[in-house]
């Protein structure tokens, strides 16, 4: 198993662990970020997102930089976990980080991984989930689960397989 692949299961066994407690514990939340309150150690959250995107986004990287900004995004949710009630600052680092991180995935499935065919659509159905076109309950957990395994997998896929 080459370096690539041993992140790249890292990253996946990280993020679905911790979906798989928080589910069995508490079900599908409005969000990912929305479980930090549902944790006796909060920590917890951070520690997750943190292993998750530094080792997909160490295989990722390889193909666009533009993966190093979308980690980041997504490593500043990590640092600002408390979005709810860690007032006006942690709020909107928070938002950043979750909306930059996610927006910056597709544009580097796109750019960088060269799946435009794959991204365009994808954006297409997270702007009709998150306008709620598409009446799905806790839609943003369900955009923020599949663009974490939307992008696993192509990792996989282009740098493993």
């Known amino acids: 198993m080459g370096t690539n692949a041993i992140f790249?299961?890292?990253s996946f066994v990280s993020i679905t662990s911790y979906l798989a407690y928080i589910l069995l514990?508490?079900?599908?939340t409005p969000s990912i970020?929305?479980?930090y309150y549902k944790l006796?150690?909060?920590?917890w959250f951070t520690l997750m997102?943190?292993?998750m995107v530094i080792s997909m986004f160490v295989v990722a990287v390889e193909s666009s930089g533009l993966f190093f900004f979308a980690g980041?995004?997504?490593a500043l949710v990590?640092?600002?976990?408390?979005f709810k009630k860690g007032g006006k600052m942690e709020y909107a680092v928070h938002m950043f980080g979750s909306i930059g991180g996610v927006s910056l995935t597709y544009l580097a499935i796109g750019f960088g991984l060269y799946l435009w065919w794959v991204a365009l659509p994808a954006m297409v159905l997270v702007a009709l989930v998150y306008s709620e076109k598409l009446k799905i309950n806790n839609h943003i957990w369900w955009i923020e689960v599949?663009?974490?395994y939307l992008v696993q997998t192509l990792l996989l896929i282009k740098n493993v397989l």
């Open 8 to 10: 790249l299961l890292i």
């Open 25 to 28: 514990r508490h079900g599908i």
């Open 33 to 35: 970020s929305e479980s």
């Open 40 to 43: 006796k150690a909060t920590w």
């Open 49 to 51: 997102l943190w292993v």
């Open 72 to 74: 980041a995004g997504i």
């Open 78 to 82: 990590g640092a600002a976990p408390n």
């Open 146 to 148: 599949g663009t974490i």
